[in-house]
């Protein structure tokens, strides 16, 4: 599966990250914590070259936590890179981040501290903006691309940060990354087909997470041998189903997606350091 979701406002923000790049200190790279590498954009490589630049792994909620903590010393030691990992509603860790940042910056260089926050749609970028500033000043939603234009916000101690639109790159390669991105939710779901994401994450969660599969999913006596029998059952089980009783595929594909993105069938990532590792 190839998927290609660009919308034109991404093309917009490569334009407007390339031209603000300058004018700021740091860097915030927002990523998903369940899916690190996945999750980053090629591009903001090419224009954070000479600046500071930090990574967060934001939704650590979400994730596996012994993966997480792999992850990050995977970017220490393997790429020389600061990463810290958040869960961006939560203030005191937002602002955990912040404060990381303000001290590797000499503030003598400007009156004020810059902050420009990057990231693919979807990782939470206006979540952790609405924490620091206590309010909400950032439409967030569960949906790719809520935030469509460049917005600025002044906090305490000189600092700004400005939240851009989340984009990813023209055409998702390889193809793993394109399922992990689309059963993370950072995809829009108008460009993906339901049941070809429900196969991939059924197959993903049987063997990576076959235990909480049987803790969510109680009434599984055993773990199916397939991932069809595993959306049949969990669709007959949540009332997804047409006229005699038969499971209708596309909404039991759907129920499993959105439990796994809500977090409901447990913490889980979909890549880990290792990973990298074999695919190279």
Same mark, same amino acid.
């Given at each position: 599966?190839?998927?290609?979701?660009?919308?034109?406002?991404?093309?917009?923000?490569?334009?407007? !990250? @390339?031209?603000? /790049?300058?004018?700021? &200190?740091?860097?915030?790279?927002?990523?998903?914590?369940?899916? =690190? $590498?996945?999750? %980053?954009?090629?591009?903001?490589?090419?224009?954070?070259?000479?600046?500071?630049?930090?990574?967060?792994?934001?939704?650590?909620?979400?994730?596996?936590?012994?993966?997480?903590?792999?992850?990050?010393?995977?970017?220490?030691?393997?790429?020389?890179?600061?990463?810290?990992?958040?869960?961006?509603?939560?203030?005191?860790?937002?602002?955990?981040?912040?404060?990381?940042?303000?001290?590797?910056?000499?503030?003598?260089?400007?009156?004020?501290?810059?902050?420009?926050?990057?990231?693919?749609?979807?990782?939470?970028?206006?979540?952790?903006?609405?924490?620091?500033?206590?309010?909400?000043?950032?439409?967030?939603?569960?949906?790719?691309?809520?935030?469509?234009?460049?917005?600025?916000?002044? !906090? @305490?101690?000189? /600092?700004?940060?400005? &939240?851009?639109?989340?984009?990813?790159?023209?055409?998702?390669? =390889? $193809?793993?990354? %394109?399922?992990?991105?689309?059963?993370?939710?950072?995809?829009?779901?108008?460009?993906?087909?339901?049941?070809?994401?429900?196969?991939?994450?059924?197959?993903?969660?049987?063997?990576?997470?076959?235990?909480?599969?049987?803790?969510?999913?109680?009434?599984?006596?055993?773990?199916?041998?397939?991932?069809?029998?595993?959306?049949?059952?969990?669709?007959?089980?949540?009332?997804?189903?047409?006229?005699?009783?038969?499971?209708?595929?596309?909404?039991?594909?759907?129920?499993?997606?959105?439990?796994?993105?809500?977090?409901?069938?447990?913490?889980?990532?979909?890549?880990?350091?290792?990973?990298?590792?074999?695919?190279?």
């Amino acid at each position: 599966m190839t998927i290609q979701w660009f919308p034109g406002h991404m093309v917009e923000t490569e334009n407007l !990250l @390339k031209k603000a /790049i300058s004018k700021v &200190d740091v860097v915030w790279e927002i990523l998903d914590a369940r899916l =690190p $590498e996945a999750s %980053a954009n090629p591009f903001v490589n090419k224009i954070c070259k000479d600046k500071f630049r930090l990574k967060i792994l934001n939704k650590n909620d979400l994730a596996d936590p012994e993966q997480t903590k792999l992850w990050l010393d995977y970017f220490k030691k393997k790429e020389g890179t600061s990463a810290i990992s958040i869960c961006g509603t939560q203030k005191s860790q937002a602002y955990e981040a912040l404060n990381y940042c303000v001290n590797k910056i000499d503030r003598n260089r400007a009156r004020k501290i810059k902050v420009m926050v990057v990231g693919i749609p979807n990782t939470g970028k206006s979540t952790i903006l609405n924490s620091l500033a206590g309010k909400k000043i950032a439409n967030i939603g569960d949906v790719p691309a809520i935030t469509r234009h460049q917005q600025r916000t002044s !906090l @305490k101690n000189n /600092i700004d940060i400005y &939240d851009t639109p989340g984009i990813l790159w023209p055409v998702i390669e =390889p $193809e793993k990354k %394109a399922y992990i991105l689309a059963a993370s939710g950072a995809i829009s779901d108008t460009a993906i087909d339901y049941s070809d994401i429900a196969f991939f994450a059924a197959n993903f969660l049987m063997k990576r997470y076959p235990d909480l599969l049987m803790q969510r999913y109680s009434f599984l006596k055993t773990l199916p041998d397939d991932e069809l029998t595993l959306i049949e059952k969990i669709g007959s089980a949540r009332g997804c189903l047409k006229k005699g009783g038969v499971v209708n595929f596309q909404k039991a594909s759907e129920a499993l997606i959105r439990e796994l993105r809500a977090g409901k069938i447990g913490r889980i990532s979909f890549e880990t350091p290792k990973d990298l590792e074999h695919d190279n």
